[in-house]
Structure formats: C-alpha cells, structure tokens
T-cell receptor, first 111, second 112 residues
Framework: RKEVEQDPGPFNVPEGATVAFNCTYS??????FFWYRQDCRKEPKLLMS???SGNEDGRFTAQLNRASQYISLLIRDSKLSDSATYLC????????????FGTGTRLKVLA | DTGVSQDPRHKITKRGQNVTFRCDPI?????LYWYRQTLGQGPEFLTY????????KSRLLSDRFSAERPKGSFSTLEIQRTEQGDSAMYLC??????????FGEGSRLTVL
C-alpha cells in the first residue's frame, strides 16, 4: 500500500461546481497534513494546512478523519483559475519532518 | 529575490556522466529537502537536512546519489553515472520549523 494515496483524476467540473478530493494515508502515527497546489510546469505551493478541527479558507475547506486515515479538500464555487493539480502531503510519522506527497489529483474547471 | 533558487534550471547529459545540482534555500530556513518529480507523479522524497545534518535518505536512492549541505546553508545533489531513468525534475525546498515547504523552480535533468 502506498504511504499517501490520491485519485489522480482528472476531475473535469463546470465553473461554479463544488468538488471534493480525498487522500488516504497509511501511517496512523502521522501528525501533520497539508494540501499543496501545483500548476502545470510550476513548483508546488502550500494551499492550506489540515488541522484536527478542520480548516476553512474562503472557498476551500480541508478536513481530517484520523479514524479512517484520510484527509479531504472541498472546493466550492470552482473558478477557472482553480485548474491545477492538488497534492496531499503527510509527514512520515510523529516527530519527523519527512513529508510524503501523494501523486496528486488533477482538476480542470471548464467554462 | 529571497526565494529558493536552484541551478542549473536545465541539464542535458549523456548516460554515464556525473551531474551536480545546487540549491540555495531561503536564508533563515534550517531544513532543506530534495525531491524528484516525473510527469504525472507527485514529488518523491529523496533526502532532507536539518542544518548541516542529513537526517533521512530515501531507500529509493542508490549509492549513485549523494547530497551535502556543508555549512547548513546551500546544498548540492550529485548523481554519478547517470542513467536514463534519472531523467526527472529535481526539486529543492526549504522550511523553518513548520510544515510549509517553499520550493524552488527545480532543475530538469535529461539523460540521453
């Protein structure tokens, strides 16, 4: 089983739609969770951290489910500019700063 | 520009040659990471440093790969006897006591 798994997509959605991605992780000792965004041929950039209590930033909401070992990202009112690859990132285990990236989920927002 | 910088941005080499990439992190950042990314995949962890100490190295790396961060500032990643399978984007990132990694634009390696 991969340490961090994501559905690679692509997810093709119309503008204004709500879309959700899930990411599962294998190590129950992982403590830090993030969503990064990567535009085509660009470097990844932090989108948001995922806290135990969830995290909301404008149209973006991230949730953590420790019992089922997954994190989610919800994007509301999708914009064309949201088209990108969304990478799930998890630290290897508690106390380590080794971060494992998922394969990414590709989102395409259509006009 | 005070971001992470990588050099060279592009490198084309013949199989069997050695290549070296350099990364200059954000100046106050104590952690420095190397990742490798191929098309359609997420960044794959190679190694990371805290200051000058190399704390972890991926088992995916063979002994042809070596990384250094001699004074806890810039870092180099050397690949010896390159193979075609080494063709990828090599990404460097730095961070300061948080989980936010700041990436450079990457060094693209093509092995012919």
């Amino acid at each position: 089983r991969k340490e961090v798994e994501q559905d690679p997509g692509p997810f093709n959605v119309p503008e204004g739609a709500t879309v959700a991605f899930n990411c599962t992780y294998s190590n129950s000792a992982s403590q830090s969770f993030f969503w990064y965004r990567q535009d085509c041929r660009k470097e990844p950039k932090l989108l948001m951290s995922v806290y135990s209590s969830g995290n909301e930033d404008g149209r973006f909401t991230a949730q953590l489910n420790r019992a089922s070992q997954y994190i989610s990202l919800l994007i509301r009112d999708s914009k064309l500019s949201d088209s990108a690859t969304y990478l799930c990132v998890v630290n290897k285990a508690s106390g380590t700063y080794k971060y494992i990236f998922g394969t990414g989920t590709r989102l395409k927002v259509l006009a | 520009d005070t971001g992470v910088s990588q050099d060279p941005r592009h490198k084309i080499t013949k199989r069997g040659q050695n290549v070296t990439f350099r990364c200059d992190p954000i100046s106050e950042h104590n952690r420095l990471y190397w990742y490798r990314q191929t098309l359609g995949q997420g960044p794959e962890f190679l190694t990371y440093f805290q200051n000058e100490a190399q704390l972890e190295k991926s088992r995916l790396l063979s002994d042809r790969f070596s990384a250094e961060r001699p004074k806890g500032s810039f870092s180099t990643l050397e690949i010896q006897r390159t193979e075609q399978g080494d063709s990828a984007m090599y990404l460097c990132a730095s961070s300061l006591n948080t989980g936010e990694l700041f990436f450079g634009e990457g060094s693209r390696l093509t092995v012919l």
